[in-house]
Antibody, heavy 123, light 106 residues
Framework: QVQLVQSGAEVKKPGASVKVSCTPS????????IHWVRQAPGQGLEWMAI????????RYAPQFQDRVTVTRDTSAGTVYMELSSLRSEDTAVYYC????????????????WGLGSLVTVSS | EIVMTQSPVSMSVSPGERASLSCRASQSVSNNVAWYQQKPGQTPRLVIY???TRATGVPARFSGSGSGTEFTLTISSLQSEDFAVYYC?????????FGGGTKVEI
């Protein structure tokens, strides 16, 4: 079965960086895009980024463009999301999610989600 | 970016009743809208994609409709397990964007 296993909770100080990992299983790693979506406490969902595990190409939401970096390690079958210059407003659960694919193309909605990684930014 | 506006923000419904949730896009997104269900403390779950296609395992009481800028998620007869927050998402343009959510409660 498809699973996306994420790294554990982190507590960071303002100005620091955090790196969250996502390790999918149950399918061929390079065949599906991985997205990052975050959810602040009591708030809605916010899309951050997408990575193509096959070639490492990425696209970022404009509000995160300067602070987020998504990479992948094909040998480890893992995707990483690093967010820098953290501020209190970055306190949120960070989800990785798999982009769905049909028989001939892929789509930018999410059929499987990780359980989320809570990142708390506090001095 | 495309702004997705959901209404109402919350709605009180009794089990067995019908619920219609609205999602409006600030510009046309064709039929590229998905809906997710999120229960407290849980991960979002894909319910509908491509405006009207139910995801695997989603009961037939869930249906989606619309096109262009106006979309609706309908739950024909609410069951206890349907009480949750529902989010729409457009997957037509970058950046991908979500609506603010509609909370369906008893």
């Amino acid at each position: 079965q498809v699973q996306l296993v994420q790294s554990g909770a982190e507590v960071k100080k303002p100005g620091a960086s955090v790196k969250v990992s996502c390790t999918p299983s149950g399918y061929t790693f390079i065949n599906y895009y991985i997205h990052w979506v975050r959810q602040a406490p009591g708030q809605g969902l916010e899309w951050m980024a997408i990575v193509n595990p096959n070639d490492g190409s990425t696209r970022y939401a404009p509000q995160f463009q300067d602070r987020v970096t998504v990479t992948r390690d094909t040998s480890a079958g893992t995707v990483y999301m690093e967010l820098s210059s953290l501020r209190s407003e970055d306190t949120a659960v960070y989800y990785c999610a798999r982009g769905s694919c049909g028989t001939t193309r892929c789509y930018n909605y999410f059929d499987y989600w990780g359980l989320g990684s809570l990142v708390t930014v506090s001095s | 970016e495309i702004v997705m506006t959901q209404s109402p923000v919350s709605m009180s419904v009794s089990p067995g009743e019908r619920a219609s949730l609205s999602c409006r896009a600030s510009q046309s997104v064709s039929n590229n809208v998905a809906w997710y269900q999120q229960k407290p403390g849980q991960t979002p779950r894909l319910v509908i994609y491509g405006t009207s296609t139910r995801a695997t395992g989603v009961p037939a009481r869930f249906s989606g409709s619309g096109s262009g800028t106006e979309f609706t998620l309908t739950i024909s007869s609410l069951q206890s397990e349907d009480f949750a927050v529902y989010y729409c998402q457009q997957h037509n343009n970058w950046p991908l964007t979500f609506g603010g959510g509609t909370k369906v409660e008893i």
